[in-house]
């Protein structure tokens, strides 16, 4: 079976954590939540959308290729900024709540195109997900 704390600290000890880990690092952390909230704002406005709240017009769908593009630079920005404490992070049970909640945030995606009937209620766990994966992000720096 593979043991996954010897791989963490390769990447940890990799000039690749070692370059993030210097000086561009605020800036890859700066870019990781801007990426996140272009991911973030899109999803709640086409959540509000589903669920009638406020006046949401249909260009919302418009919005869909900047999350999916704002994703990619999220995991890309995330993935980053692991490296450079990668086995501090796999004892952070925030993490595992954040990607939890990620797999569970794409299932939901999944879902509300294929259950037409129950979008409202998609719609609202969708909402209630993803400020679930904002908390548990930040909450990351704060858990030992």
Known sequence: MFELTPALAALETSPLADWVGGPIYPLISALHILAFAFVLVPVLVADARIL?????????????????????????????????????????????????????????????????????????????????VLLSGRWIAFVA
């Not at 769908?61 to 995991?75: D, K, V, Y």
């Not at 909640?101 to 037409?116: C, D, P, T």
């Not at 609202?124 to 993803?130: E, R």
């Open 52 to 132: 009638k709240i406020g006046a949401v017009d249909d260009e919302v769908s418009r919005l869909s290729h900047t999350a999916l593009l704002a994703f990619g630079g999220a995991a890309l920005t995330g993935s980053l900024l692991l490296s450079v404490q990668a086995t501090r992070y796999a004892e952070n049970p925030a993490i595992y709540w954040k990607f939890g909640l990620l797999a569970l945030a794409g299932a939901n995606a999944f879902l509300i195109y294929w259950l037409q009937k129950a979008q409202k209620v998609i719609a609202a766990v969708s909402a209630l997900i993803w400020c679930g």
